[in-house]
């Protein structure tokens, strides 16, 4: 999935929800795009609920594609760690998702 060019996050979320049964793989390369997106501050009126519905499809695709959960995880707080200084909201919201 090429993700250089910005690509409105709520619509790469909806597609890692419409593919997470029959394409696993793309629907996860889609939901971590739809989070990189918004953690580069991309996006029309970004709310927590766009992160969680992003966050959410990621999860769910990864479980189909038989991924280990805690290693999803960890890649997400890895891309949280290299948002710009400044947008600490995805971390704040995906925060109790992402312990333990």
Known sequence: MVTNSPTDPRT???AARDF?????EFAV??????LR?????HGYDITGLD???AYSAV??????????????????????SRAPAGN???KTVLAHHLTG
């Open 51 to 53: 992160v969680l519905d």
């Open 12 to 14: 790469l979320a909806r």
């Open 59 to 80: 999860m769910h695709a990864a479980s189909k594609a038989g991924a280990d959960a805690q290693q999803v995880k960890a890649q997400i707080v890895d891309l949280l």
């Open 20 to 24: 997470a049964e029959s394409q696993p």
């Open 88 to 90: 600490q909201y995805m």
């Open 29 to 34: 390369a889609a939901g971590f795009a739809s």
């Open 37 to 41: 997106w918004i953690s580069l501050g």
